[in-house]
Antibody
Framework: QVQLQESGPGLVKPSQTLSLTCTVS??????????WSWYRQHPGKGLEWIGY???????YYNPSLKSRVSISLDTSKNQFSLELMSVTAADTAVYYC??????????WGQGTLVTVSS | DIVMTQSPDSLAVSLGERATINCKSS????????????LAWYQQKPGQPPNLLIY???TRESGVPDRFSGSGSGTDFTLTISSLQAEDVAVYYC?????????FGQGTNLEI
């Protein structure tokens, strides 16, 4: 069973960069067939896909965020990371990492609330 | 982007009765190469992450009770809970993973 755990600051100032890491257990981030995704959920709202990184390092992002987002992979630590630049209050949300296998989004982390505020 | 529209937004069902939630996509999510519908259903309870119930539109995830079933193809899909239990109170989402960006329905709030 793949398990994922998000970590990172819970408070980020406006205009700064939000940085989160997802630590994976039960699977290797370098294994073929896995897509490592980030999602978010604004308070009381629905779900939004941010982007994913494939095991080979290929990335795909939501066009609505593409100019501000970067996802990277650290296979030596079995982690992947999210950076979201120039944040505003509209980026306040619960951020989830997830594992897709053969595109199916099987496993999700517990989520971490990130608040953008000065 | 593929727009996913769920109906109804909210649903109240008695214990032991059937609950039906619909999901319609603005484009087909059926891939002709493998005849699979790239459609998932999730259950989300307050303070918890989404829990995958169904994928490929009708395949039940391991450990999910068999009272949950998914059906449909192309652009129209249904999640059915055959006999509602108290623990099924939650918000339910459909998601297409056919094309980027992956998108979700707005959610259906299921109550007793």
């Amino acid at each position: 069973q793949v398990q994922l755990q998000e970590s990172g600051p819970g408070l980020v100032k406006p205009s700064q960069t939000l940085s989160l890491t997802c630590t994976v257990s039960g699977a290797s981030t370098s294994s073929a067939g896995y897509y490592w995704s980030w999602y978010r959920q604004h308070p009381g709202k629905g779900l939004e896909w941010i982007g994913y990184i494939y095991y080979d390092g290929t990335t795909y992002y939501n066009p609505s965020l593409k100019s501000r987002v970067s996802i990277s992979l650290d296979t030596s630590k079995n982690q992947f990371s999210l950076e979201l630049m120039s944040v505003t209050a509209a980026d306040t949300a619960v951020y989830y990492c997830a594992a897709h296998f053969s595109t199916v989004p099987y496993n999700w982390g517990q989520g971490t609330l990130v608040t953008v505020s000065s | 982007d593929i727009v996913m529209t769920q109906s109804p937004d909210s649903l109240a069902v008695s214990l032991g009765e059937r609950a039906t939630i619909n999901c319609k996509s603005s484009q087909s999510v059926l891939h002709s190469s493998n005849n699979k519908n790239y459609l998932a259903w999730y259950q989300q309870k307050p303070g918890q992450p989404p829990n995958l119930l169904i994928y490929w539109a009708s395949t039940r995830e391991s450990g999910v009770p068999d009272r949950f079933s998914g059906s449909g193809s192309g652009t129209d899909f249904t999640l059915t809970i055959s006999s509602l239990q108290a623990e099924d109170v939650a918000v339910y989402y459909c998601q297409q993973y056919y094309s980027i960006p992956y998108t979700f329905g707005q959610g259906t709030n299921l109550e007793i």
